[in-house]
């Protein structure tokens, strides 16, 4: 028996390497840098090894659509154009969401609690306290999360698929219990997370086991291929399909499988929930899309019905209960959850239209979500003591941001724009997005889909433009006894985040033509 | 015969120049005229109170800058041929959806470069004439930020290559137009009458909709060269509905017969205001949207009847409450929408009256800033008197003023060898110029137009002699204030002298061997001369006699009379006159009252059924958002057993669906 060494596409796998890398060289620095200098080493490399992952998926980005792609690894890792375009996608706004983390504001200190390792109220934390301890193992860890979504898109075959998904998983368990304030709220989040996230692996294995049993292979081509020639084994084949979209549809927080979401987006730390909010369902929709394009169009007829009550139910919940919600970042979730569905929507085209339309859409959503939480990071509440005013951590219930157009003209003016964008009113992103998305969508036959879409669109705007309502039109609360609300100056970064998610969701409202031209290259999947 | 006309007076544009690519770097580069006062725009606006010391003179610069640029793209165009003056600047691909492409681009060709010139020009002069006049204002800035954003607007829509991006400008002219109405909005009066402004434009705003969905529909384009050149191909009607309907947006944006109203309240604005926007630049826009859309007319004969028509009907309106106003201003502004009549006349007479339609545009933008500007400085000398009848006199304290203001007044009203003569007389002739099997067109539009230039030296000379002229009316320290008139600062002043000198001798250099006209003929296409009803000299007399008469009459009453500081009771007429004809009675009545009733009932059914049904809708969908809301307690149990519940309703979905 000869051994031929697999095929490694060096330059194609580069941005993936540089990633995780970096994760690795991270854990060093964490480890041997002296305390001074740790944050700033931190930064420099993420963001070095942001941009030239970034520069090395620009320079792929002529020859990859010309060809189609690579496939590597004996097609483990397929980086054709669709991956090639979310890989892009996730390090962008890995490159913003990164930037949120490492703002300390006006006040002086991250989102991250300084020694998470400590018990919540325990002797060692406030001796960590005391000392100043710092530790910056959130970029590492943001790096070995972002490695295993630029794996998940390429994932050719469902091992390479599950250890993505295990891969980019793990660190978000961690980073969501790494909240400097409210830490047993946020440890909570990160458990529940993980349970749960745990059960959904399950089924996604298993699911993965049954298309093994079906097939004999878990490369998704020879399953694709698989599927028109093996008779009387369809239970296999689609109770396989079902539960590994299942798996996936968990990650990406619809409806039935969303109960994580809102628990885990208020527990984890702002700037976390901006990251993972944009990236991860990023990836697991790049994930989702490529099982349904690959495997799902000979079983079209038999998915859809599954898929279009998955759909509805995601868009029709995420939104109604989003109405009633009274805290910002609980009501992203569910805002977060109903544009699942709207993604779904696009899924469901089966046509390369709905392709670049998904990948438009996600990129214009991820830009808002990493916005609106940015702009969270800032609002903070206040108490005033004896020692003067301290200031707290976020300022999350509705009510406390009365008036804030008012004191802060130009943050509230950015959230209103994301708001818009996320309610689709025309000249934001928001609307461009949903426009391709439900053409696409009813072009591909999916029209009471796109109804219902509208629908609930039409009803989201209720609970967006009620919090521009409450900043700009709804006077401010009169200051109770201690409890106040006041904006923190951001240290630079976030500010240039927000600048940057308000200048793509304008510029791409204005003028979404190129990029939908660009990303509608990109809609060839490799078998 | 009838097939004859037709062919003869389509001519004119078979051989209209076909548009070419830019050549040189000033064309190129024309984007810039609208991007530099834009940009200016912007920064005044952005950089808040910061720009306070400075920032009027960044408006002055980008006015300026933006008049060099025209000047250069202007040399350029006159030493190309003339068959290579219309050209065609392709910015980017603007709008892609469905069929509708729509690139943005700017067209050069005579016609526009008139206008960036007078714009341009005329509005750097008044933006100069701005930073002493508004020098005690705490909000110059902001008032240059809007001047400049009109300034821009009217660029763009004057440049534009197709109607969509004209649209784009005809917006922003009302809404700089709006802001500068309201700019001391603290008085309500004057916020109403930005509102009134705005909303009579909106339904001229409707008309150009309207238009633009009828080309979409019927030519399936809409830049200029697809649209004129499937005109051909257009069934009559179909280009008479385009044409009343780009005509309803012309009455909106110079206010013209019906929606003319605003333009007197309009004068709650600034007087620099008054001058650029509401007399020589915006309020002319719907001239220039008949002009350009002349081949969409020429396939309408009944449209452009209705734009004669229209034009007949407000320059004697305009004349006649004119005569009647004692507030300078108002009767400025009423003198302005009687010129526009004119203009708007001699555009709908076809290819006889383009050319002078547009001339008389330039000239009448002169002489008409001219004398705005110098009622603001009567104003300014005044403390913001406006009423004529506590003026008189002022030629002695105000010399400056009164002589260029007096050479204003000759050119208005038509002496020779001022501008206006120049320009009204061509249009006094043209109507008199046969319509082939409609003889009595000639007659009643001629004798309009003759009594149109009668009433216009009545009014104007009674508005001359009433301010500078006849003895003092000023109101007196037991009036409350005592009168100081002086001259205005010379930053005031040398505009003024620029724009009389224009008023004086525009008209006649641009009348030398026609060369105003030849240079439009790329856009408004070339007519062989042809011989009025009545030979031109008798015209000619006949106008020069009316005029003298008119002057002659209001010099009689109010310079060797005594002018009464009230108003006296007056007669049937001039009681009307002074309330705009009833205009606004008119309007509340017909308009405004079932407007208001008709909004009244659809609030009441909006409360009712349309409300009752969506409060219901939203109590229910509360009421099952709040027992979802209950799923989620929390418990990772339960999550877990929700997760288990929804993977086997979807197995059992997928698996049961396939039977």
């Given at each position: 028996?000869?051994?031929a060494?697999?095929?490694?596409?060096w330059l194609?796998?580069?941005?993936?390497?540089?990633?995780?890398?970096?994760?690795l060289v991270?854990?060093?620095?964490?480890?041997f840098?002296?305390?001074?200098?740790?944050r700033?080493?931190?930064?420099v490399?993420?963001f070095?090894?942001?941009v030239?992952?970034?520069?090395?998926?620009v320079?792929?980005?002529?020859?990859?659509?010309?060809?189609?792609g690579?496939?590597?690894?004996g097609g483990s890792y397929?980086?054709?154009?669709p991956?090639l375009a979310?890989?892009?996608t996730?390090?962008?706004?890995?490159?913003?969401?990164?930037?949120?983390?490492?703002?300390?504001?006006?006040?002086?200190?991250?989102?991250?609690?300084p020694?998470?390792?400590?018990v919540?109220?325990?002797?060692?934390?406030?001796?960590a306290?005391?000392?100043?301890?710092?530790?910056?193992e959130?970029?590492?860890?943001a790096?070995f999360?972002?490695?295993?979504?630029?794996l998940?898109?390429?994932?050719g075959d469902?091992?390479?698929?599950?250890?993505?998904?295990?891969?980019?998983?793990?660190?978000?368990?961690?980073?969501t219990?790494l909240a400097?304030?409210?830490?047993?709220?946020?440890?909570?989040?990160?458990?529940?997370y993980?349970?749960?996230?745990?059960?959904?692996?399950?089924?996604?294995?298993?699911g993965?086991?049954?298309?093994?049993?079906?097939?004999?292979?878990?490369?998704?081509?020879?399953?694709?291929?698989?599927?028109?020639?093996?008779?009387?084994?369809?239970?296999?084949?689609?109770?396989?399909?079902?539960?590994l979209?299942?798996?996936?549809f968990?990650?990406?927080?619809?409806?039935p499988?969303?109960?994580?979401?809102?628990d885990v987006?208020?527990?984890?730390p702002?700037?976390v929930?901006?990251?993972m909010?944009?990236?991860?369902?990023?990836?697991?929709?790049?994930?989702?899309?490529?099982?349904?394009?690959?495997?799902?169009?000979s079983?079209q007829?038999?998915l859809?019905?599954?898929?279009?009550?998955?759909?509805?139910?995601?868009m029709?919940?995420g939104?109604?209960?989003?109405l009633?919600?009274?805290?910002?970042?609980?009501?992203?979730?569910?805002s977060?959850?109903?544009?699942?569905?709207?993604?779904?929507?696009?899924?469901?085209a089966?046509?390369?239209?709905?392709?670049?339309?998904v990948?438009?859409?996600?990129v214009?959503?991820?830009?808002?979500t990493?916005?609106?939480?940015?702009?969270?990071?800032?609002v903070?509440?206040?108490?005033t003591g004896?020692?003067?005013?301290?200031?707290?951590g976020?300022?999350t219930?509705?009510a406390?941001?009365?008036?804030?157009?008012?004191?802060?003209?130009?943050?509230?003016?950015?959230?209103?724009?994301?708001?818009?964008?996320?309610?689709?009113?025309?000249l934001?992103a928001g609307?461009?997005?949903?426009?391709?998305?439900?053409?696409?969508?009813?072009d591909?036959g999916a029209?009471?889909l796109?109804?219902?879409?509208?629908?609930?669109?039409?009803?989201?705007?209720?609970?967006?433009?009620?919090l521009?309502?409450?900043?700009?039109?709804?006077?401010?609360?009169?200051?109770?006894?201690?409890?106040?609300?006041?904006?923190?100056?951001?240290?630079?970064?976030?500010?240039?985040?927000?600048?940057?998610?308000?200048?793509?969701?304008v510029l791409?409202?204005?003028l979404?033509?190129?990029?939908l031209?660009?990303?509608?290259?990109?809609v060839?999947f490799?078998? | 015969?009838?097939?004859?006309?037709?062919t003869?007076?389509?001519?004119?544009?078979?051989?209209?120049?076909?548009?070419?690519?830019?050549?040189?770097?000033?064309?190129e580069s024309?984007?810039l005229?609208?991007a530099?006062?834009?940009?200016?725009?912007?920064?005044?606006l952005?950089a808040?109170?910061?720009?306070?010391?400075?920032g009027?003179w960044?408006?002055?610069?980008?006015s300026?800058?933006?008049?060099?640029?025209?000047?250069?793209?202007?040399v350029?165009?006159l030493q190309a041929p003339?068959?290579?003056?219309v050209?065609?600047?392709d910015?980017?691909?603007?709008?892609?959806?469905g069929?509708l492409?729509l690139?943005?681009?700017?067209?050069?060709?005579?016609?526009?470069?008139?206008?960036?010139?007078?714009?341009?020009?005329?509005?750097?002069?008044?933006?100069?004439?701005s930073?002493?006049?508004?020098d005690a204002?705490?909000?110059?800035?902001?008032?240059f930020?809007?001047?400049?954003?009109?300034?821009?607007a009217?660029?763009l829509l004057?440049?534009a290559d197709?109607?969509?991006?004209?649209?784009?400008?005809w917006?922003?002219?009302?809404?700089?137009?709006?802001?500068?109405?309201?700019?001391?909005?603290?008085?309500t009066?004057?916020?109403?009458?930005?509102?009134?402004?705005?909303?009579?434009?909106?339904?001229?705003?409707?008309?150009?909709?309207?238009?633009?969905m009828?080309?979409?529909?019927?030519?399936?384009?809409l830049?200029?060269?697809?649209?004129f050149g499937a005109?051909?191909?257009?069934?009559?009607?179909?280009?008479?509905?385009i044409?009343?309907a780009?005509?309803?947006?012309?009455?909106?944006k110079?206010?013209?017969?019906?929606?003319?109203?605003?333009?007197?309240?309009?004068?709650a604005?600034p007087t620099?205001?008054?001058?650029l926007?509401?007399?020589?630049?915006?309020?002319?826009?719907?001239v220039?949207?008949?002009?350009?859309?002349?081949?969409?007319?020429?396939?309408a004969?009944?449209?452009?009847?209705?734009?004669v028509?229209v034009?007949?009907i407000?320059?004697l309106?305009?004349?006649i409450?004119?005569?009647?106003?004692?507030?300078?201003?108002?009767?400025?502004?009423?003198?302005?929408?009687s010129?526009?009549g004119?203009?708007?006349l001699a555009a709908g007479?076809?290819?006889?009256g383009?050319?002078?339609?547009?001339?008389?545009?330039?000239?009448?933008g002169f002489?008409?800033?001219?004398?705005?500007?110098?009622a603001?400085?009567?104003m300014?000398?005044?403390?913001?008197q406006?009423?004529?009848r506590?003026?008189?006199?002022?030629?002695?304290?105000?010399?400056?003023?009164?002589?260029t203001?007096?050479?204003?007044w000759?050119?208005i009203?038509?002496v020779?060898?001022?501008?206006?003569?120049?320009?009204?007389d061509?249009?006094?002739?043209?109507a008199?110029?046969?319509?082939?099997?409609?003889?009595?067109?000639?007659?009643?539009?001629?004798?309009?137009?003759?009594?149109?230039?009668?009433l216009?030296?009545?009014?104007?000379?009674?508005?001359?002699?009433?301010?500078?002229?006849?003895?003092?009316?000023?109101?007196t320290?037991?009036e409350?204030?005592?009168?100081?008139?002086?001259?205005?600062?010379r930053?005031?002043?040398w505009?003024m002298?620029?724009?009389?000198?224009?008023?004086?001798?525009?008209?006649g250099?641009?009348?030398?061997g026609?060369?105003f006209?030849?240079?439009?003929?790329?856009?408004v296409?070339?007519?062989?001369?042809?011989?009025?009803?009545l030979?031109?000299p008798?015209?000619?007399?006949s106008?020069?006699?009316?005029v003298?008469?008119?002057?002659?009459?209001a010099?009689?009453?109010?310079?060797?009379?005594?002018?009464?500081q009230?108003?006296?009771?007056?007669s049937?007429?001039?009681?009307?006159?002074?309330?705009d004809?009833?205009?606004?009675?008119?309007?509340d009545?017909?308009?405004?009252?079932?407007?208001?009733?008709?909004t009244?009932?659809?609030?009441?059914?909006?409360?009712q059924?349309?409300?009752?049904?969506?409060?219901?809708?939203?109590?229910?969908?509360?009421?099952?958002?709040?027992r979802?809301?209950?799923?989620?307690?929390?418990?990772?149990?339960?999550?877990?057993?929700t997760?288990?519940a929804?993977a086997?309703?979807?197995?059992?979905?997928?698996l049961?669906?396939?039977i």
């Amino acid at each position: 028996m000869s051994y031929a060494a697999p095929h490694i596409g060096w330059l194609q796998i580069a941005p993936l390497a540089i990633v995780l890398g970096t994760g690795l060289v991270g854990v060093l620095v964490e480890a041997f840098v002296p305390r001074r200098a740790r944050r700033t080493t931190q930064l420099v490399l993420v963001f070095a090894a942001l941009v030239a992952a970034l520069l090395l998926i620009v320079a792929q980005w002529r020859d990859t659509m010309a060809s189609g792609g690579v496939s590597l690894f004996g097609g483990s890792y397929l980086l054709d154009g669709p991956a090639l375009a979310i890989q892009g996608t996730l390090v962008v706004l890995s490159i913003l969401a990164v930037a949120v983390f490492a703002d300390r504001t006006s006040v002086g200190q991250d989102a991250f609690a300084p020694a998470a390792a400590a018990v919540p109220g325990s002797d060692y934390e406030e001796l960590a306290r005391r000392k100043g301890l710092e530790q910056t193992e959130v970029y590492p860890l943001a790096m070995f999360g972002l490695g295993g979504m630029l794996l998940i898109v390429a994932a050719g075959d469902l091992l390479t698929l599950f250890v993505a998904l295990e891969a980019l998983s793990m660190p978000l368990y961690v980073l969501t219990g790494l909240a400097r304030r409210r830490r047993l709220l946020s440890q909570e989040a990160s458990l529940k997370y993980l349970l749960l996230g745990s059960f959904a692996s399950a089924l996604l294995l298993f699911g993965a086991a049954l298309l093994y049993g079906f097939s004999g292979s878990l490369h998704l081509g020879e399953i694709a291929a698989a599927t028109g020639t093996i008779a009387g084994l369809e239970g296999l084949l689609l109770g396989g399909m079902t539960l590994l979209l299942i798996g996936l549809f968990f990650k990406v927080g619809a409806v039935p499988f969303h109960a994580w979401t809102p628990d885990v987006y208020v527990g984890a730390p702002t700037p976390v929930t901006g990251f993972m909010a944009a990236t991860t369902k990023i990836a697991a929709f790049g994930a989702m899309v490529r099982v349904v394009y690959v495997v799902g169009p000979s079983l079209q007829w038999d998915l859809e019905p599954m898929l279009w009550t998955v759909a509805i139910l995601t868009m029709v919940v995420g939104t109604v209960v989003a109405l009633v919600q009274t805290d910002v970042k609980r009501m992203l979730a569910y805002s977060s959850i109903a544009h699942a569905g709207f993604v779904l929507v696009g899924v469901l085209a089966f046509s390369t239209e709905g392709i670049a339309s998904v990948l438009f859409y996600l990129v214009v959503y991820g830009l808002a979500t990493i916005g609106a939480f940015a702009v969270v990071t800032l609002v903070r509440q206040t108490r005033t003591g004896a020692e003067g005013t301290v200031i707290l951590g976020e300022a999350t219930h509705l009510a406390q941001w009365a008036g804030l157009g008012r004191r802060s003209p130009w943050l509230a003016g950015a959230l209103s724009l994301f708001l818009l964008s996320f309610a689709g009113i025309p000249l934001t992103a928001g609307f461009a997005g949903k426009f391709t998305v439900f053409t696409a969508a009813a072009d591909g036959g999916a029209v009471p889909l796109v109804v219902v879409g509208v629908i609930a669109s039409a009803a989201a705007v209720f609970f967006y433009v009620r919090l521009i309502v409450l900043m700009y039109f709804t006077p401010e609360r009169e200051e109770e006894g201690e409890e106040g609300v006041t904006v923190v100056t951001s240290s630079g970064f976030t500010t240039v985040v927000i600048a940057v998610a308000a200048i793509g969701t304008v510029l791409l409202g204005v003028l979404p033509g190129p990029l939908l031209e660009l990303l509608g290259q990109a809609v060839k999947f490799l078998p | 015969m009838s097939v004859h006309t037709l062919t003869a007076a389509r001519l004119p544009f078979a051989d209209l120049a076909v548009p070419v690519a830019p050549s040189g770097p000033w064309q190129e580069s024309a984007w810039l005229l609208v991007a530099v006062p834009l940009v200016s725009a912007a920064v005044l606006l952005l950089a808040g109170r910061r720009s306070d010391r400075w920032g009027h003179w960044l408006g002055v610069a980008a006015s300026a800058a933006s008049f060099v640029i025209g000047a250069l793209i202007l040399v350029s165009l006159l030493q190309a041929p003339v068959g290579e003056r219309v050209v065609e600047v392709d910015l980017f691909d603007w709008i892609s959806a469905g069929q509708l492409t729509l690139a943005a681009g700017l067209r050069l060709d005579p016609l526009s470069l008139t206008f960036v010139m007078l714009v341009t020009f005329v509005g750097s002069l008044i933006h100069v004439y701005s930073v002493a006049y508004m020098d005690a204002d705490v909000d110059r800035r902001r008032f240059f930020a809007y001047l400049n954003l009109f300034v821009a607007a009217m660029l763009l829509l004057v440049l534009a290559d197709s109607f969509v991006l004209l649209f784009m400008g005809w917006e922003g002219v009302g809404l700089a137009s709006y802001l500068l109405i309201g700019f001391w909005n603290h008085r309500t009066e004057y916020a109403v009458a930005a509102k009134k402004a705005f909303i009579a434009n909106r339904v001229g705003d409707l008309g150009l909709l309207i238009a633009m969905m009828a080309m979409f529909a019927t030519v399936g384009a809409l830049d200029f060269t697809s649209v004129f050149g499937a005109v051909g191909s257009m069934d009559t009607s179909t280009a008479t509905i385009i044409g009343l309907a780009l005509l309803l947006a012309a009455c909106g944006k110079s206010a013209q017969f019906p929606l003319q109203s605003w333009l007197g309240d309009a004068m709650a604005g600034p007087t620099p205001v008054s001058a650029l926007i509401h007399a020589a630049t915006m309020v002319t826009a719907g001239v220039y949207l008949v002009v350009r859309s002349a081949p969409i007319y020429e396939a309408a004969p009944d449209a452009q009847l209705a734009v004669v028509v229209v034009g007949a009907i407000t320059l004697l309106f305009g004349a006649i409450v004119g005569c009647a106003k004692d507030d300078i201003k108002k009767a400025l502004a009423a003198s302005t929408m009687s010129q526009i009549g004119y203009m708007m006349l001699a555009a709908g007479l076809g290819p006889v009256g383009y050319a002078f339609a547009i001339f008389h545009l330039v000239t009448h933008g002169f002489f008409k800033a001219g004398m705005f500007l110098g009622a603001g400085s009567v104003m300014h000398g005044m403390n913001d008197q406006v009423d004529m009848r506590r003026f008189g006199g002022l030629a002695r304290y105000m010399k400056i003023t009164w002589v260029t203001f007096g050479l204003g007044w000759l050119a208005i009203i038509g002496v020779p060898p001022f501008s206006g003569f120049f320009s009204k007389d061509k249009i006094i002739e043209a109507a008199f110029m046969p319509v082939a099997g409609a003889e009595w067109r000639a007659w009643l539009f001629g004798s309009v137009v003759l009594i149109g230039a009668g009433l216009t030296a009545f009014y104007m000379s009674r508005l001359f002699f009433m301010t500078f002229h006849g003895e003092k009316r000023w109101t007196t320290a037991a009036e409350g204030a005592e009168q100081h008139p002086h001259e205005s600062p010379r930053l005031m002043t040398w505009p003024m002298v620029v724009l009389a000198v224009g008023s004086v001798a525009l008209g006649g250099l641009l009348s030398i061997g026609g060369v105003f006209t030849t240079w439009l003929e790329p856009v408004v296409g070339h007519t062989e001369h042809a011989d009025p009803v009545l030979p031109i000299p008798v015209i000619m007399a006949s106008t020069l006699v009316l005029v003298l008469l008119g002057a002659f009459l209001a010099w009689r009453q109010y310079a060797a009379s005594t002018v009464p500081q009230v108003a006296p009771a007056g007669s049937a007429l001039t009681r009307a006159a002074r309330r705009d004809l009833y205009q606004d009675e008119v309007n509340d009545a017909v308009l405004v009252g079932p407007g208001a009733y008709l909004t009244r009932s659809l609030v009441y059914g909006d409360r009712q059924v349309v409300d009752g049904a969506v409060v219901g809708v939203a109590h229910v969908t509360v009421g099952i958002a709040e027992r979802v809301r209950k799923l989620q307690n929390g418990y990772v149990r339960s999550y877990a057993a929700t997760m288990l519940a929804g993977a086997v309703v979807l197995l059992v979905v997928v698996l049961v669906t396939r039977i």
